[in-house]
C-alpha cells in the first residue's frame, strides 16, 4: 500500500474488503487512537501494554465496517465515539478500579452519533474515577515509603489472624498524633513505642512492616473508597 494512499480512499477500500487497506488506515491512525483512548482514561497509554489500548484499536476497527459515506458523519468522530463507548464497556465488564474513564472525556460525546449514557452508567464513571484517583494518590504516598503495590501483595499476611494483628497495629498507629508523626516524619514504623503500646513482639511487627505501613497510610489520609478495603469504611465507620 502506497504511503501516499488518501486516507479517504483507504477507508473505502477497507470498507468493501481489502484487508491490506484496513490494516494501513488503522496503522496510520493509531496516534490517534491512543490520544483518544489515552483522554478518556486521564493517563499515558502504551501500545503493547495497556488492554485499553487494545480495546481502542478494535473500536477503531469497528468504526471502519459502522461508517457509512454520504451519511453526514465524519469519520474520526464516529471512530472516536466508539472508542469511548467500548472502553465504558471494558471498564463496566472488567470492573477494574486501576483504570478508570474520565467524565470529562464523556462530556464531549456527541447525542447524534449514539444515544447518550444513562444516569446509572454516569454514575458508575463518576464512582471509577473517584476510585482511580485515590489510587493514583495512594500509589503516590507509598512510593515516599519506598512500597509498591507489588511489594504489598507479597507483604500481605496469609492467614487471618497474622493480618487482623497487623492491621490492629496500622490502626494504633493512625490514631495515635506521636505515632502517626512518627511514621511520616521518619518514614519508618515507631517500633519501640509500638511493641509496648500493643504488647506485641518486635518481630512480628517487623515482619509485616511494609504492610501496617501501607494499611496506616490509608488509614491516616481521606481514602473514602480504599479504606472499605480494610474494613474501615470514611463512609460508614468501621465494619463489625
Known amino acids: 500500500m502506497p504511503p501516499e ?3 479517504n480512499q483507504l477507508l473505502l477500500q477497507a470498507r468493501n474488503g481489502d484487508a491490506g487497506a484496513r490494516e494501513e488506515l488503522i496503522r496510520r491512525f493509531t496516534p490517534f487512537i491512543l490520544a483518544v483512548v489515552s483522554r478518556a482514561t486521564g493517563h499515558f497509554i502504551r501500545l503493547g501494554e495497556d488492554d485499553e489500548a487494545s480495546v481502542g484499536l478494535m473500536a477503531f476497527n469497528e468504526a471502519i465496517d459502522s ?6 458523519s465524519n469519520f474520526l468522530t464516529l471512530a472516536e465515539t466508539i472508542i469511548r463507548r ?32 444513562g444516569g446509572e452508567e454516569i454514575n458508575l464513571v463518576n464512582e471509577l474515577a473517584d476510585r482511580r484517583r485515590e489510587i493514583e494518590r495512594y500509589r503516590e504516598e507509598l512510593a515516599e515509603f519506598g512500597i509498591t503495590f507489588k511489594d504489598l501483595v507479597k507483604a500481605s499476611p496469609q ?7 497487623a492491621l490492629a497495629a496500622a490502626r494504633v498507629v493512625a ?10 516524619e521518619r ?8 511493641v509496648k503500646s500493643m504488647e506485641t513482639s518486635r518481630k ?12 496506616a497510610l490509608m488509614l491516616m489520609g481521606d481514602y473514602e473508597y480504599l479504606a472499605d478495603y480494610i474494613g474501615q469504611s470514611k463512609r460508614g465507620g468501621q465494619d463489625a
Open 86 to 117: 467500548r472502553l465504558v464497556d471494558y471498564f463496566r465488564r472488567e470492573g477494574r478500579h486501576r483504570r478508570v474513564l474520565s467524565l470529562q472525556a464523556l462530556e464531549n460525546e456527541t447525542a447524534a452519533t449514539v444515544d447518550p449514557l
Open 187 to 194: 518514614k519508618a514504623l515507631p517500633l519501640k513505642a509500638l
Open 204 to 215: 512480628t511487627l517487623e515482619r509485616h512492616r511494609k504492610y501496617i505501613i501501607a494499611a
Open 67 to 72: 461508517f457509512r459515506p454520504g451519511g453526514g
Open 5 to 7: 494512499a488518501d486516507p
Open 175 to 184: 490514631a495515635n498524633p506521636l505515632f502517626s508523626q512518627y511514621l511520616r
Open 159 to 165: 492467614h487471618r489472624d497474622a493480618r487482623d494483628r
